[in-house]
Nanobody
Framework: VQLQASGGGFVQPGGSLRLSCAASGINFRANRLGWYRQAPGKQRDLVAGITPGGSTNYADSVKGRFTISRDNAKNTVYLQMNSLKSEDAAVYYC?????????WGQGTLVTVSS
């Protein structure tokens, strides 16, 4: 099983980034998928989740700014992040949950600074 996250980088406040997480070795379309983030000295928190059926949920702090989506044909989950703020800076992790277990990606760093 492998989850490969990418798309992080440096952006100024108000900017946008799109994160991707490509999965292999799992029944992707049957998994609940999520993006989490962890800032230095803080716990890892859920940012957004998407069910196999496409239902989504978001942390209050990102509602209206972030959008999670999935492409089952490409085994990839995305996180479109708009209107980024300094407090969005963190390492972002993708997660896949299914009947055979839970798997994490390696994390991708998002830096938001002027």
């Amino acid at each position: 099983v492998q989850l490969q996250a990418s798309g992080g980088g440096f952006v100024q406040p108000g900017g946008s980034l799109r994160l991707s997480c490509a999965a292999s070795g799992i029944n992707f379309r049957a998994n609940r998928l999520g993006w989490y983030r962890q800032a230095p000295g803080k716990q890892r928190d859920l940012v957004a989740g998407i069910t196999p059926g496409g239902s989504t949920n978001y942390a209050d702090s990102v509602k209206g700014r972030f959008t999670i989506s999935r492409d089952n044909a490409k085994n990839t989950v995305y996180l479109q992040m708009n209107s980024l703020k300094s407090e969005d800076a963190a390492v972002y992790y993708c997660k896949a949950e299914g009947i055979f277990g839970t798997h994490w990606g390696q994390g991708t760093l998002v830096t938001v600074s002027s």
